[in-house]
């Protein structure tokens, strides 16, 4: 069951930056936080937790593994949501004409479980609107049953006989996700282009932490023959680089660098993966290239966007995966592309996530300046330096006692929270209400 924290981490999660698709179980690690300062008038530990889950929203881990793929809703997720799911065949579509709506048709063919109380097997419906199609072709279709029996269904789906087999028989999107993805692992790169898509739409939705777990059961033969393969799609190899990457051994890093370290002027597509897979066999060594290849010389001009695929994939890395990198490792990475004109607010969240604060005075003394005068970059300053202020204390136990020790940066944040104060009032304030209203809903929404 899932805590009222990282229910709440949901909520902010859901409302500031990530797609939305079914509910599903949470991956990911449990987040441990130090004792809040009572500054901002939170009575609990939620206040601060929220604060940083707010800061990370963009970067924070969530359960899809999104160096993978873009997450999309499968054909589990339509199915799992709608009231009533059908197999239909096309019978035939009239144009709206006159007074006359546009009207389509089709026969009932099969219907899930617990659909037949409503559609029953071999009945003719009528969907409104006009939905094109072959004699005999097959779809999807979905519906809600609202107050009154009344059904609204949704949009047809193109969709083969072996596809619906697919669909009906996986695990129910409430199972877990081991037992899904040895499912979904048999239709990668299935000859029905349908059910290969769909597979690896679940594999991109599920958590990073579970896909390692069940990657050995893949093996690495089939991914590298996927990988080699020319008549593999190039969108659905950033998965198959994570996968790699789970269970693939030195021969692979080899090949893995030589790719992560080539020179392209076009848009490489699943370069994340590539480059996350890369650092799950490599670790600090495989870091190390990965800096000097695309970190230690950021562009202005980076048009195929190079360097955001290696800084997402590098920030990935802290909570997904092996974790074999240690954090001030990724740390000492990222911190140089604060000044990054592109990516350097993505930056400064991602280190007030970590609890990385070496960067306050740096940042106080950039504040307003030339490159930082950006209202939404004062803005997450702000915000960095705040949070500082929150992260008061450490409990260590000495001799079997617990004491509470203040850490060493809440001077130092405190003092450039009081600069930022005089010189921008209006914004800083502002940032603060900003914070106290967020955690303030996302608390409310982690009430049971």
């Known amino acids: 069951m899932r805590s009222d924290f990282q229910a709440a981490v949901t909520k902010v999660t859901r ?54 793929g873009q997450p999309t809703l499968t054909l589990a997720d339509r199915i799992s949501q709608a009231d009533v799911a059908l197999l239909a065949r096309w019978v035939s579509a009239r144009a709206e004409k006159g007074n006359q709506g546009a009207v389509s048709v089709f026969e009932v063919v099969d219907v899930v479980e617990g659909s037949t109380d409503v559609v029953p097997v071999g009945k003719t419906i009528s969907l409104p609107g006009f939905h094109g199609g072959e004699k005999g072709a097959l779809r999807l279709l979905t519906a809600d049953v609202e107050e009154g029996q009344k059904i609204r269904w949704g949009e047809p789906l193109e969709i083969t006989e072996a596809c619906w087999k697919y669909a009906i028989e996986a695990p129910d999107p409430d199972a877990e996700w081991a037992e899904r993805l ?13 059910i290969a898509n769909d597979a ?7 958590p990073t932490d ?8 893949l093996g690495p033969d089939r991914i590298r023959r996927w990988l080699q393969s020319s008549r593999t799609p190039a969108v659905r190899k ?7 990457g789970f269970c693939g051994d030195d021969g692979d890093a080899e090949r893995l660098e030589e790719q992560v370290q080539a020179e392209s002027k076009n ?22 290239v990965v800096v000097d290849r695309y970190l230690a010389k950021p562009t202005d001009a980076d048009a195929t966007n190079e360097l955001g695929d290696a800084l997402k994939a590098v920030i990935w890395c802290q909570n997904n995966g092996n974790r074999a990198i240690p954090d001030q490792s990724l740390q000492a990475a990222l911190r140089p592309l604060y000044v990054h004109p592109a990516h350097g607010e993505l930056v400064i969240t991602t280190l007030a996530r970590w609890k990385d604060w ?7 003394e950039k504040y307003g300046t030339t490159g930082f005068e950006a209202a939404s970059t004062r803005r997450c300053i702000a915000r960095y330096v705040a949070a500082a202020t929150l992260d008061r204390v450490e409990t260590q136990v000495r001799g079997g006692q617990k004491t509470e020790v203040v850490l060493p940066h809440v001077a130092t944040a405190e003092r450039c929270l009081g600069q930022l104060k005089q010189r921008d009032p209006k914004l800083v304030e502002a940032a603060i209400k900003a914070f106290e209203a967020e955690a303030a809903e996302a608390a409310e929404a982690a009430k049971p």
């Open 358 to 364: 070496s960067l306050l005075e740096e940042l106080v």
């Open 15 to 68: 409302t500031f930056g990530r797609p939305a698709l079914a509910p599903r179980r949470q991956g990911g690690a449990e987040t441990t936080v130090a004792s809040p300062a009572r500054r901002f008038g939170w009575s609990d530990i939620a206040g601060w937790a929220l604060l940083l889950a707010t800061m990370g929203a963009m970067v924070a881990p969530t359960r899809a593994c999104e160096i993978c």
């Open 210 to 217: 579970d896909i390692a777990g069940a990657a050995a059961e």
């Open 238 to 244: 950033g998965a198959y680089w994570v996968l790699l």
């Open 200 to 206: 690896h739409a679940e594999i991109v939705n599920a």
């Open 267 to 288: 848009l490489r597509l699943g370069l994340q993966g590539l480059i996350f897979g890369y650092l799950q066999l490599t670790g600090e060594r495989g870091l190390s």
């Open 182 to 194: 040895l499912y979904y692992f048999q239709f990668l790169e299935h000859a029905d282009v349908l």
